[in-house]
């Protein structure tokens, strides 16, 4: 009796294996069990009549519970194999999976939707306006003189008779300017063109971001403080900055903005060709002649503007050594800036 009952358990242990095994393993084991010649749980019923009567029941018991849990654990496992056999044949399942690629932002697009984000936090709205341009809203109403070299076709894309490709962003100062009375506080982000090269530096088309505050009693302090706290939000805190004068035809006075180098944070390197500084943006008091092409009075209005290129300043962040870089679509450059989708 105690044999036997040492041979049941030892036979339970077995259980285990059902769920390993493939459907040949498991043809051998069921044969193995309860094969009619030589099955371990065969012999084990058929050795229990043989025990004493008083022995008998609780060892038939033991064993026919036991044939149960086999009986069912073979034809659970059966099913279990049936089900995955197609797919379990036709893949490798050991094959490395395929990466999985994810779309982000171009670091350009990201660097515009930061910047105009910092200008909302401002009080600037959004605007845009078209690509193709004429010369009215391009130059003339912008105060260039008749004879400005941008003016030639040389210079710019025309697309026929006084239509062009707009060369920058300041045209929808015009378009926001006649549509709109002051107070008007926008940034304008947009593609604009001009026949340059495409070298390490230039592009034929490349971002501008436009901005353009008009209301009564702006002054030169608005001016510097606003691009000033644009440059801190978006550089960082204790960044310097300084701003040159200059000269465009649709300011006055004009100014040059330029933040400390971001790479050597001023000493000098190669990327700000040892000057310490890197220059962001145009900028300047809108030009009474501007305002008055618009209808507005210039005496009582007064504003400033400013024109800034995100490819530049994507670059002066982060040290890109060439424009060209931002227009291919080399991933293994791009995924490092891998940005949120919109
Ligand atoms: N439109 C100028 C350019 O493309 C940039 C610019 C300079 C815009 C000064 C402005 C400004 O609004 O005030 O080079």
Known sequence: MRDLLAAIDALRERLQEVPQADDRRLQDLKTEVLGRKGGALTKILAAVPKLAPA???????????????????????????????????????????????????HLVTQVVDEICEIFHELGFTRAVGPEAE???????????????????????FYLGGDVLLRTHTSPVQIRTLERYPPPIRVVIPGQVYRRDPFDASHSPVFEQIEGLAVDEGITFVDFKATLTAFARRFFTADTRVRFRPSFFPFTEPSAEMDVQCQICKG??????????????????????????????????YTGFAWGMGPHRIAMTRHGIPDIRLLFESDMRFLAQFAGGTR
């Open 55 to 105: 022995e008998r029941k609780a060892a038939g018991a033991a064993a026919n519970a036991l044939k149960r849990e086999f009986e069912e654990a073979f034809a659970a496992h059966e099913r279990t194999l049936k089900a995955g056999a197609g797919v379990a044949r036709e893949l490798d399942l050991t094959m490395p999976g395929r990466a999985q690629w994810r779309g982000g932002l």
């Open 134 to 156: 004429t010369e009215r809203y391009n130059f003339t109403a912008l105060n260039f003189p008749k004879d400005h070299p941008a003016m030639d076709a040389q210079d710019s």
């Open 267 to 300: 000493t000098g390197c190669a990327t700000c060709k040892q000057t310490g500084w890197m220059e962001i943006l145009g900028s300047g008091m809108v030009h009474p002649a501007v305002l008055e092409n618009c209808g507005l009075d210039s005496e009582r």
